[in-house]
């Protein structure tokens, strides 16, 4: 199964990373690409609208463990599997990324590699603006 992982670095703390890590309706303020989400589902579900496809909902399932500092999304419709994970370090926070696709998605691997350096930073940004 093609994938990459990545790290970055936050000097928010993990709990504010957290934050906007587990709630899929903060995704448009960070995660590149994301122009809406509807999040109303109990059990973690959820619909994502990609930025230019406004016609193109793209359901999806949210996991998360605090206690592990692990959130896991997956996507319905292309089988994409991200995997967060978020570590104090420090007053930061270490976040980590390991980005799975099927094989018949292999074609998406630069494209997804470029959207989630792009996120990981954005996240890690926007997580410090928040905590100050």
């Given at each position: 199964?093609?994938?990459?992982?990545?790290?970055?670095?936050?000097?928010?703390?993990?709990?504010?990373?957290?934050?906007?890590?587990?709630?899929?309706?903060?995704?448009?303020?960070?995660?590149?690409?994301?122009?809406?989400?509807?999040?109303?589902d109990?059990?973690?579900?959820?619909?994502?609208?990609?930025?230019?496809?406004?016609?193109?909902?793209?359901?999806?399932?949210?996991?998360?463990?605090?206690?592990?500092?692990?959130?896991?999304?997956?996507?319905?419709?292309?089988?994409?599997?991200?995997?967060?994970?978020?570590?104090?370090?420090?007053?930061?926070t270490?976040?980590?990324?390991?980005?799975?696709?099927?094989?018949?998605?292999?074609?998406?691997?630069?494209?997804?590699?470029?959207?989630?350096?792009?996120?990981?930073?954005?996240?890690?940004?926007?997580?410090?603006?928040?905590?100050?």
């Amino acid at each position: 199964m093609p994938g990459f992982e990545l790290s970055g670095r936050s000097g928010a703390p993990v709990e504010e990373v957290w934050k906007l890590l587990y709630d899929p309706t903060r995704f448009p303020e960070w995660w590149a690409g994301i122009a809406t989400v509807r999040a109303d589902d109990p059990d973690g579900g959820y619909v994502l609208w990609p930025t230019g496809y406004p016609d193109f909902p793209m359901p999806q399932v949210l996991r998360g463990s605090r206690a592990e500092g692990r959130v896991t999304i997956s996507c319905q419709v292309s089988d994409l599997e991200f995997v967060w994970r978020l570590s104090a370090d420090g007053d930061g926070t270490l976040i980590h990324v390991a980005v799975a696709l099927p094989e018949r998605e292999s074609h998406r691997l630069a494209g997804q590699r470029e959207v989630i350096t792009d996120s990981l930073h954005r996240l890690a940004t926007l997580a410090e603006r928040t905590a100050r």
